[in-house]
T-cell receptor, first 108, second 113 residues
Framework: DAKTTQPPSMDCAEGRAANLPCNHS???????VYWYRQIHSQGPQYIIHGLKNNETNEMASLIITEDRKSSTLILPHATLRDTAVYYC?????????FGEGTQLTVNP | SAVISQKPSRDICQRGTSLTIQCQVD?????MFWYRQQPGQSLTLIATANQGSEATYESGFVIDKFPISRPNLTFSTLTVSNMSPEDSSIYLCSVGRSAYEQYFGPGTRLTVT
């Protein structure tokens, strides 16, 4: 099973890029990296996922290192509404396992 | 993505009683899950709700305490039975095309006194 490590908290200035790191050194070759976020008092929201290539969608970009041991979620122009807990998801069997995540605070 | 609603959005219940939480999806979905989020903590999967068969429970969760129904592909219920203050949590349902790409409901905030 893959295990992920994330910093407990980060701050970012509004309008700047937010780069959220995640270590997943034990991820196996066919396991995707998934990112979710949870805004206060809401359910988690799926953001993006990737296997080995970098991915981009309307919400974020995901950069995965060539050895797949780590990844970075990038919010290119963070807004106050991006303040949330961001989870880099651990694969445990056929289910999502949420760790503690990173509390991202976007400051005005 | 699917639109998911939960009822009730919040409730305050007395110790020893039971509460049934409903989860409704606006489209048919194969996979449906129930999670618990205790105060200040991350989410923990309770069970996978299977249509037409018994739910699959995670370690530490049992059917007698958390009976689940899933009569069709758009609806499920979770009952929290014989409640104690330790059951005070947010309960969330989610649906997904896969076990990993899931969409969550707004949650039910339960307080047990």
């Amino acid at each position: 099973d893959a295990k992920t490590t994330q910093p407990p908290s980060m701050d970012c200035a509004e309008g700047r890029a937010a780069n959220l790191p995640c270590n997943h050194s034990t991820i196996s070759g066919n396991e995707y990296v998934y990112w979710y976020r949870q805004i206060h008092s809401q359910g988690p929201q799926y953001i993006i996922h990737g296997l080995k290539n970098n991915e981009t969608n309307e919400m974020a970009s995901l950069i995965i290192t060539e050895d797949r041991k780590s990844s970075t979620l990038i919010l290119p122009h963070a807004t106050l509404r991006d303040t949330a807990v961001y989870y880099c998801i651990d694969h445990s069997g056929s289910r999502l396992t949420f760790g503690e995540g990173t509390q991202l605070t976007v400051n005005p | 993505s699917a639109v998911i609603s939960q009822k009730p959005s919040r409730d305050i219940c007395q110790r020893g009683t039971s509460l049934t939480i409903q989860c409704q999806v606006d489209s048919q979905v194969t996979m449906m899950f129930w999670y618990r989020q205790q105060p200040g903590q991350s989410l923990t999967l309770i069970a996978t709700a299977n249509q037409g068969s018994e739910a699959t429970y995670e370690s530490g969760f049992v059917i007698d305490k958390f009976p689940i129904s899933r009569p069709n592909l758009t609806f499920s219920t979770l009952t929290v039975s014989n409640m104690s203050p330790e059951d005070s949590s947010i309960y969330l349902c989610s649906v997904g095309r896969s076990a990993y790409e899931q969409y969550f409901g707004p949650g039910t905030r339960l307080t047990v006194t």
